[in-house]
């Protein structure tokens, strides 16, 4: 089973940039779907952005669109989630998740993930 640990967060003022790495172990992380989550404080963990396995697909939120992008490098086992032009809504700790077996459209509910790592905060000061 992939277990996956978030790296990169911080503290940054609006308009910055941030690059996220979750790395996973495991020898089969390239048989898996990855998810970016965020949750900040009193509200709900909402979904950021997703990549197929193959890296052939990938989805984002509405208000990250054109500032995040999500990547992986199945060779290294680790998904990476680069932040630019940051806002101060951008606050939130900050999950990879992974899903096993067929991708759904969209993949943006918490449920379909099977596993989580640990969470990494990034605050965006104005």
């Known amino acids: 089973q992939v277990q996956l640990v978030e790296s990169g967060g911080g503290l940054v003022q609006g308009g910055d940039s941030l690059r996220l790495s979750c790395a996973a172990s495991?020898?089969?992380?390239?048989?898996?779907?990855m998810g970016w989550f965020r949750q900040a404080p009193g509200k709900e963990r909402e979904f950021v952005a997703a990549m197929s396995w193959n890296s052939g697909t990938t989805y984002y939120e509405d208000s990250v669109k054109g500032r995040f992008t999500i990547s992986r490098d199945n060779a290294k086992n680790t998904v990476y989630l680069r932040m630019d032009s940051l806002k101060t809504e951008d606050t939130a700790v900050y999950y990879c998740?992974?899903?096993?077996?067929?991708?759904?459209?969209?993949?943006?509910?918490?449920?379909?993930?099977?596993?989580w790592g640990q969470g990494t905060q990034v605050t965006v000061s104005s």
């Open positions: 998740a992974a899903k096993y077996g067929s991708l759904p459209v969209p993949p943006s509910g918490a449920r379909q993930y099977n596993i």
């Open positions: 495991g020898r089969t992380f390239s048989n898996y779907h």
